[in-house]
């Protein structure tokens, strides 16, 4: 299994600020291929299902805000939240779909400082 | 627009079979993979298996001699069973759809259902 790993296991950021979330993989999630990386990363607050921000490791899915992207490739990856809103406090995980069993990151919790 | 929706029962007594149907609405089952992933309270996500729109399935091996997703054209449903169940696989379950790739490969969950806790007691 590829195991992902996340950090910090949380932070607060103050209103305005950035935020950075790093994800580890175990393994390589880039299919050489067609030079892709199967990682994405998901939003969750209180209450809700997950919601996928970013697929591809740095392809933001539609309506999701521009203050957050991704970056990275092979076995190291970021998501950054450019400007922290107060909307955004959720824990965040990242998802490898390289291979299965499919595995999340343990999640990484962001406040308002 | 594209939901789903998880139903079935909310208490299971430990021993027995978990049953759980996800209904999806705004588009056809015939396409796509259709997954599930359950949460433990104040855990993490854990995929448990998805199926291919063509009846193919594939299983976390932690749970594979366990579990059996299947498919209901029909009804436009896919569906989850959990036997032998314990206090271990008490969770929030929820049903999503798979995004397919640019070489028509499974790819992220693009959208969940809300969400069916379950709890394994006697």
């Known amino acids: 299994d590829i195991v992902m790993t996340q950090s910090p296991d949380s932070l607060a950021v103050s209103l305005g600020e950035r935020a950075t979330i790093s994800c580890k993989s175990s393994?390589?999630?880039?299919?050489?291929?067609?030079?892709?990386?199967?990682l994405a990363w998901y939003q969750q607050k209180p209450g809700q299902p997950p919601k996928l921000l970013i697929d591809?490791?740095?392809t933001r899915e539609s309506g999701v805000p521009d203050r957050f992207s991704g970056s990275g490739s092979g076995t190291d990856f970021t998501l950054t939240i450019s400007s922290l809103q107060a909307e955004d406090v959720a824990i965040y995980y990242c998802?490898?779909?390289?291979?299965?069993?499919?595995?999340f990151g343990p999640g990484t919790k962001v406040d308002i400082k | 627009q594209v939901k789903l929706q998880e139903s079935g029962p909310g208490l299971v007594k430990p021993s027995e079979t978990l049953s759980l149907t996800c209904t999806v609405s705004g588009v056809s089952i015939n396409s796509h993979y259709w997954g599930w992933i359950r949460q433990s309270p104040g855990k993490g996500l854990a995929w448990i298996g998805y199926?291919?729109?063509?009846?193919?399935?594939n299983y976390n091996p932690s749970l594979r001699s366990r579990v059996t997703i299947s498919l209901d054209r029909s009804k436009n449903q896919f569906s989850l069973k959990l036997t032998s169940v314990t206090a271990a696989d008490t969770a929030m379950y929820y049903c999503?759809?798979?995004?397919?790739?640019?070489?028509?490969?499974?790819?992220?969950?693009?959208?969940w259902g809300q969400g069916t806790m379950v709890t394994v007691s006697s």
């Open positions: 199926i291919y729109y063509i009846g193919t399935t």
């Open positions: 393994q390589s999630v880039l299919y050489t291929s067609n030079n892709q990386n199967y």
């Open positions: 998802q490898q779909y390289y291979s299965t069993p499919f595995t």
């Open positions: 591809w490791a740095s």
């Open positions: 999503a759809r798979l995004a397919l790739g640019d070489l028509g490969e499974q790819g992220p969950f693009d959208i």
